[in-house]
């Protein structure tokens, strides 16, 4: 837990990166050592606007110093740090890291989003942009999604302007079973039926939509249901495979009495593994998806799966 602020980049005649002196609104952009945090920043940067990226670790911060960006060492959990690292700004995307290998990681998302909001309230923060997820609006059944219901109802009754994006199944999810494809020529499934077109979407569009959604105006509570520019299938991810690599990749589900077993050894608790099942479990019956309700918007990000797909092997 961070004691205290940390500003790395305070010399008021800092240049932009397109080499003129910043007078845009700032934007604060939690999560930018991960995937969707990393693509608001750089988004709001190329547009022009001036970034304070929050981290946790002071080394993390280098690279978006010299990219011409604020960064503040701030923990989610240290109320003081977070009220200073959203002073001054225009609105901040959030994101809420999941410790996954708490047994109390509820506990902990619970705790984390009491901090953000109260350091939002004394901040005053005119806006804010909060990674959510697909099925957030359920109360029961969602397993992890569950940490995301608790950081939006702590952030809709703080009396803040608000959008949730509630994001598909992240197609980054699939990186750990695209490589034992290549190597075994079957690619296992933890999403069944293998025909089932789920809703997915990439991490670098729903930074970028959450970038251009701080970017806008509103009043009030709002969610947005945001997947990508089409609905996939473990059989159609199987056979873009075999087509990639000139080679049968035959898609196996993996056995719901197996799921423990597959994930057990890579740092998940009990208590998060639990989740994990709930949460597939859920996905595969329809119970988490993108339900038709009046009080959400759509929007689709524009990276088809084929191209994640083909950087997963890559990498």
Same mark, same amino acid.
């Given at each position: 837990?961070?004691?205290?602020?940390?500003?790395?980049?305070?010399?008021?005649?800092?240049? +932009?990166?397109?080499?003129?002196?910043? +007078?845009?609104?700032?934007?604060?952009?939690?999560?930018? +050592?991960?995937?969707?945090?990393?693509?608001?920043?750089?988004?709001?940067?190329?547009?022009?606007?001036?970034?304070?990226?929050?981290?946790?670790?002071?080394?993390?911060?280098?690279? #978006?110093?010299? $990219?011409?960006?604020?960064?503040?060492?701030?923990?989610? &959990?240290?109320?003081?740090?977070?009220?200073?690292?959203?002073?001054?700004?225009?609105?901040?995307? /959030?994101?809420?890291?999941?410790?996954?290998?708490?047994?109390? &990681?509820?506990?902990?998302?619970?705790?984390?989003?009491?901090?953000?909001?109260?350091?939002?309230?004394?901040?005053?923060?005119?806006?804010?942009?909060?990674?959510?997820?697909?099925?957030?609006?359920?109360?029961?059944?969602?397993? #992890?999604?569950?940490?995301?219901?608790?950081?939006?109802?702590?952030?809709?009754?703080?009396?803040?302007?608000?959008?949730?994006?509630?994001?598909?199944?992240?197609?980054?999810?699939?990186?750990? $079973?695209?490589?034992?494809?290549?190597?075994?020529?079957?690619?296992?499934?933890?999403?069944?039926?293998?025909?089932?077109?789920?809703?997915?979407?990439?991490? @670098?569009?729903?930074?970028?939509?959450?970038?251009?959604?701080?970017?806008?105006? #509103?009043?009030?509570?709002?969610?947005?249901?945001?997947?990508?520019?089409?609905?996939?299938?473990?059989?159609? /991810?199987?056979?873009?495979?075999?087509?990639?690599?000139?080679?049968?990749?035959?898609?196996?589900?993996?056995? @719901?009495?197996? #799921?423990?077993?597959?994930?057990?050894?890579?740092?998940?608790?009990?208590?998060?593994?639990?989740?994990?099942?709930?949460?597939?479990?859920? /996905?595969?019956?329809?119970?988490?998806?993108?339900?038709?309700? $009046?009080?959400?918007?759509?929007? $689709?990000?524009? /990276?088809?799966?084929?191209?994640?797909?083909?950087?997963?092997?890559?990498?």
């Amino acid at each position: 837990m961070a004691d205290c602020i940390v500003f790395l980049t305070t010399n008021p005649s800092r240049l +932009t990166r397109r080499g003129m002196m910043s +007078t845009a609104e700032l934007f604060v952009v939690t999560g930018a +050592t991960g995937r969707t945090g990393s693509a608001a920043a750089r988004t709001l940067l190329d547009a022009g606007k001036r970034v304070r990226v929050v981290v946790r670790d002071k080394s993390k911060g280098d690279v #978006w110093t010299a $990219l011409g960006a604020e960064v503040a060492v701030a923990d989610f &959990l240290d109320h003081a740090a977070l009220c200073e690292a959203f002073s001054g700004a225009a609105g901040a995307y /959030i994101v809420s890291p999941p410790q996954y290998s708490s047994e109390n &990681l509820f506990s902990q998302a619970e705790s984390m989003a009491y901090t953000i909001v109260g350091a939002a309230k004394v901040a005053k923060l005119p806006k804010l942009v909060a990674l959510s997820s697909i099925g957030a609006e359920q109360p029961g059944g969602t397993g #992890w999604i569950a940490m995301n219901r608790m950081l939006e109802g702590g952030l809709s009754d703080a009396g803040l302007p608000v959008t949730f994006l509630r994001a598909a199944y992240f197609m980054e999810n699939w990186g750990a $079973l695209v490589k034992m494809a290549i190597h075994q020529r079957r690619l296992p499934s933890f999403l069944s039926p293998l025909d089932k077109k789920f809703p997915m979407v990439a991490t @670098e569009d729903i930074g970028r939509i959450a970038a251009e959604t701080l970017c806008e105006d #509103w009043e009030g509570v709002r969610a947005i249901d945001l997947e990508g520019p089409a609905r996939y299938s473990p059989n159609d /991810i199987a056979e873009h495979l075999s087509l990639k690599l000139g080679k049968e990749v035959q898609p196996v589900s993996i056995p @719901e009495s197996d #799921w423990a077993r597959s994930i057990a050894g890579q740092g998940f608790s009990s208590a998060a593994i639990s989740g994990f099942i709930e949460m597939t479990q859920g /996905i595969n019956s329809g119970h988490i998806a993108f339900h038709e309700r $009046l009080d959400a918007e759509r929007r $689709l990000g524009s /990276i088809a799966l084929d191209t994640v797909v083909d950087a997963l092997a890559a990498g």
